[in-house]
């Protein structure tokens, strides 16, 4: 079964780019990797989706290497209201499973 | 107009207590999910269904029935309610149950078992 690993928190100023990392073994050949945003008392949005090397939207890229063993969401120039746990999505192997990372507490200062 | 929606938004019941939980989004989606939040903010899926057929089923109490009366509304209902019950449940619709897995969640209940 496929299982991710994040850091528990991470620390930024505003105006920096973040740069968060989730590794994930076992993901299957077809399997996309979706990261999610999460502000307090609101249920999680999703940030953007990826199934190898590049992706960007207005608000994220997301970088995925050829071994697919990881995924990094880059945000750039964060701003206070950045400040969420974000969490990464993957399929968990067995049909329609699917496993969130247990999610980076971003804390962004000005 | 909200995407998912869900009520109660707080939810405070004694153990051993039967309990609801409704969910409705008009997203016009094809699968809804339940997920429990525990208090380190670990996210679990419990339940899926696409069309009205269960399509995941996590290793969750039996005490937890999803009820999907048609497909924009997935329900919870939990029997005989335990302390460790208490948490954050989410409900979320995407598009389809494939590979693309951009899902919308609702506002969240927040159950008290006490």
């Known amino acids: 079964l496929a299982k991710t690993t994040q850091p528990i928190s991470m620390d930024s100023y505003e105006g920096q780019e973040v740069n968060i990392t989730c590794s994930h073994n076992?993901?299957?050949?077809?399997?996309?990797i979706t990261w999610y945003q999460q502000f307090p008392s609101q249920g999680p949005r999703f940030i953007i989706q990826g199934y190898k090397t590049k992706v960007t939207n207005e608000v994220a890229s997301l970088f995925i290497p050829a071994d697919r063993k990881s995924s990094t969401l880059s945000l750039p120039r964060v701003s206070l209201s950045d400040t969420a746990v974000y969490y990464c999505l993957v399929p968990g192997g067995s049909q329609g499973n699917l496993i969130f990372g247990k999610g980076t507490k971003l804390s962004v200062k000005p | 107009d909200t995407a998912v929606s869900q009520t109660p938004k707080y939810l405070v019941t004694q153990m051993g207590n039967d309990k609801s939980i409704k969910c409705e989004q008009n997203?016009?989606?094809?699968?809804m999910y339940w997920y429990k939040q525990d208090s380190k903010k670990f996210l679990k899926i419990m339940f899926s269904y696409n069309n009205k057929e269960l399509i995941i089923n996590e290793t969750v109490p039996n005490r937890f029935s999803p009820k999907s009366p048609d497909k924009a509304h997935l329900n919870l209902h939990i029997n005989s309610l335990e302390l460790g019950d208490s948490a954050v449940y989410f409900c979320a619709s995407s598009a389809t149950s494939g590979s693309n897995y951009e899902q919308y969640f609702g506002p969240g209940t927040r159950l008290t078992v006490t």
């Open positions: 997203l016009g989606h094809d699968t």
């Open positions: 076992n993901i299957a050949t077809n399997d996309y």
